[in-house]
């Protein structure tokens, strides 16, 4: 039952958001209401990281009453921190042992690109979820774990099987590393979706930028952090990467696509270089305009 | 002395469970996976002379050896206390009906066959030796696996007509036992000197033979990296490789020439070749996949992929993918723009042959749009 509530409740917030997606420049307009973001930048990751959860928990944390909390990182692959192609381990350390004070549970779903053995253990995320018992659930050897999802908004992609864990968590939080990508120009929250998706093999032939907004027009995170702490500007997701840039970020937003707008900064002109932000701008998924953002810089 | 007895079986059936667990029980430690197969003074010696070097290192010569002067010292001590496979043929001893089934002993024929075969570089039946024999046994979920695998079933099926017939009668290694031994060497050497001389010869004639049937060489099969030039010829299909292969991509051949019936090969359903992963190379028994250091395996070429563009989403559909150059560990692929869609390029100085792009392509038309094809002789990637 506990899986049917939480379905429904999806199923509501897809409903608001197709509200949205109707009029979302009128709305925008008519609401003063700026997206907030938030972008905390300095040397030490463990500050960023500490400044970033004191942050969440000063704007709602996970949401009142909330027990479950499910983490997808980005674990994909048989990398090393310095190598920047998974979420640096400092700053899970540091989301997992506040989120953990906080009395919520945390579970780290993953579908990685390569065998968990490598890629949980060199990315150093298996070390800090062991640390704090906290489990990371490798999906590629649990089918059993996904279950089908429908996908209200949808364009090209209407259905697609995701983990029970993301349905039956009271606060899904998306904590992605920024980095180039071959095929989406860059990945950051929408693109790191992906890495739940059972189906995401498919998706390249189906149109891989409607995908990944289609899929962000479901999975709605309540928070979404970004690592923009050290990034590849190519030869990404995998590396090793030879053009790295060091922002020293951790960008932070309730809107994964406001998120993904401001670090894709970091990268182009414009958030528009990247397609799928283009469509998520179009779909009325989040707030891709910096115009329309609350951006507080904060120096940690 | 009944306590000797029930304590030899005791032994023999432990050192059995042992060694089934070696095999089956993967994955294990490399030592565990290599220990059954790499037991053999047989191997090791044919395996030597057929390729001129002595590839075991110093570790992995103790084994053999060690068992070898056991069999100077005791003879066939290690058949009667040992061996997997002779502890297997002998349970039915009990219930067989000791009828002689095959009335001659051929295993000095076999085994001046190997040795003969190997002085001329190609181990020619080195493959019934029972610990390769017996190593198999992991690998039968694999259907190509049962080819060379058939001999366990038979000879066990065999043994309750005539008990343990392999052991007595056609053990290549159990004669090399009684060769080596100090006391009966001499004897059981001029006992057989007919099936030497008519070893020698077929060894010699199977050696200049066997290469010449349907022969494809270079092989197009992509092979573990470490394999020598001569891979299909001195590898026992112990199928240690295939086993230990922590993503499964090491697969028993279907079809093929002659001298590659059921050989171990490379395929990329799902998985490529780990960039940090060199097991294969550390556990095999016979110098077919020599052994590579973490570095050496990095830059070891076993193929070099090639798209196929009128099948690739990216070329033939316009689609964003590059799926291929996601999953390419050695950055080697390039991308090429085209009317503002990326395309993959495969760069060969770069490439490994590692199959991460082709276990990843999703390109639904023809299954997949990227193929490694092999490289034999392997290649070094410089730089």
Redesign the interface.
């Known amino acids: 039952m506990d899986n049917l509530s939480r379905r429904n409740f999806i199923k509501i917030g897809t409903a608001g958001s197709a509200l949205l997606a109707a009029a979302p420049a009128a709305l925008s307009a008519a609401s003063k209401e700026k997206t907030d973001v938030w972008v905390f930048e300095g040397a030490n990751n463990r500050a960023l990281m500490e400044a970033c959860m004191k942050t969440i928990f000063e704007n709602g944390g996970f949401g009142p009453n909330a027990k479950k909390v499910a983490l997808k990182v980005n674990a994909a692959w048989?990398r090393t921190p310095e190598q920047a192609a998974n979420t640096h381990p400092e700053l899970v350390d540091v989301f997992l042992e506040k989120a953990l004070e906080s009395g919520v549970t945390v579970v780290i779903p993953e579908l990685p690109?390569?065998?968990a053995?490598?890629t949980f253990v060199?990315s150093g995320l298996q070390a800090v979820a062991d640390k704090y018992k906290v489990k990371m659930i490798d999906l590629k050897n649990e089918k059993d774990a996904f279950v089908d999802v429908e996908i209200p908004n949808g364009k090209t992609l209407k259905k697609e099987r995701i983990p029970r864990d993301f349905l039956e968590a009271d606060a899904i939080v998306n904590m992605p590393i920024a980095k180039h990508?071959?095929?989406?120009t860059l990945t950051i929250c929408m693109k790191n979706w992906m890495g739940t998706a059972e189906g995401r093999?498919?998706?390249?032939?189906k149109?891989?930028?409607q995908c990944i907004a289609d899929f962000s027009s479901f999975m709605k995170p309540t928070w979404a952090i970004v690592d923009a702490t050290s990034c590849m500007t190519s030869?990404?997701?995998?590396?090793?990467s030879e053009d790295m840039i060091y922002p020293q970020q951790v960008i932070l937003s309730k809107d994964q696509v406001a998120a993904d707008s401001v670090a894709a900064l970091l990268f182009h002109d414009s958030p528009y270089a990247v397609?799928y932000l283009e469509i998520a701008r179009d779909m009325g998924i989040g707030e891709t305009e910096t115009v329309n953002m609350n951006i507080q810089r904060i120096k940690v | 002395m009944p306590t000797a007895k029930s304590l030899r079986i005791s032994v023999r059936l432990l050192i059995l469970a042992a060694a089934l667990f070696f095999v089956i029980g993967g994955p294990l430690p490399i030592w565990m996976e290599r220990l059954v197969p790499a037991l053999s003074p047989l191997t090791v010696f044919a395996e030597s002379i057929a390729q001129r070097t002595w590839y075991a290192g110093l570790f992995w010569s103790i084994p053999p050896l060690a068992v070898l002067l056991l069999a100077v010292l005791k003879g066939r001590l290690f058949c009667q206390w040992l061996c997997p496979l002779g502890t297997l043929y002998s349970l039915p001893q009990k219930v067989s009906l000791k009828k002689r089934i095959l009335p001659i002993r051929l295993n000095a024929l076999i085994f001046w066959i190997i040795i003969s075969a190997s002085l001329l570089g190609l181990p020619a039946l080195l493959w019934l030796d029972p610990l390769s024999t017996f190593r198999r046994a992991g690998a039968w979920t694999e259907a190509a696996a049962w080819i060379p695998g058939l001999l366990i079933p038979i000879f066990l099926l065999l043994s309750f007509f005539q008990p343990q017939v392999w052991c007595t009668h056609l053990c290549p290694l159990g004669y090399g036992f009684d060769l080596a031994n100090f006391k009966t060497g001499k004897a059981v050497f001029r006992r057989d000197r007919r099936q030497f001389i008519t070893g020698l010869g077929l060894g010699a004639g199977a050696a200049v033979i066997l290469p010449r049937i349907n022969k494809s060489a270079p092989t197009p099969s992509v092979l573990p990296p470490g394999a020598t030039e001569h891979f299909a010829e001195t590898c026992t299909r112990c199928y240690a490789c295939v086993d230990a292969c922590?993503?499964e991509i090491i697969k028993v051949k279907k079809g093929g020439p002659l001298s590659e019936l059921a050989m171990p090969e490379l395929v990329f359903n799902e998985?490529g070749c780990?960039?940090?992963c060199n097991r294969c190379s550390q556990l095999c028994p016979t110098g077919a996949i020599r052994t590579l250091s973490p570095d050496e395996k990095w830059r070891r070429q076993v193929g070099v992929a090639r798209v196929e563009k009128e099948k690739c989403?990216a070329w033939a559909?316009n689609?964003?993918?590059?799926?291929c150059?996601?999953?390419?560990?050695y950055?080697a692929?390039e991308?090429v723009w085209e009317g503002g869609i990326?395309c993959p390029v495969v760069d060969p100085a770069l490439c490994r042959g590692c199959g991460a792009c082709e276990g990843?392509c999703?390109?639904?038309r023809a299954g997949k749009a990227i193929f490694v094809h092999a490289l034999n002789p392997q290649q070094k990637i410089k730089g």
């Open positions: 048989d690109c390569q065998r053995e490598k060199n990508h071959g095929g989406g093999k498919f998706w390249h032939a149109g891989l930028h030869q990404g997701p995998q590396g090793p397609k | 922590p993503v998985y780990e960039e940090s989403l559909d689609e964003y993918c590059m799926v150059d996601e999953y390419c560990p950055n692929i991308t990326a990843a999703p390109a639904y």
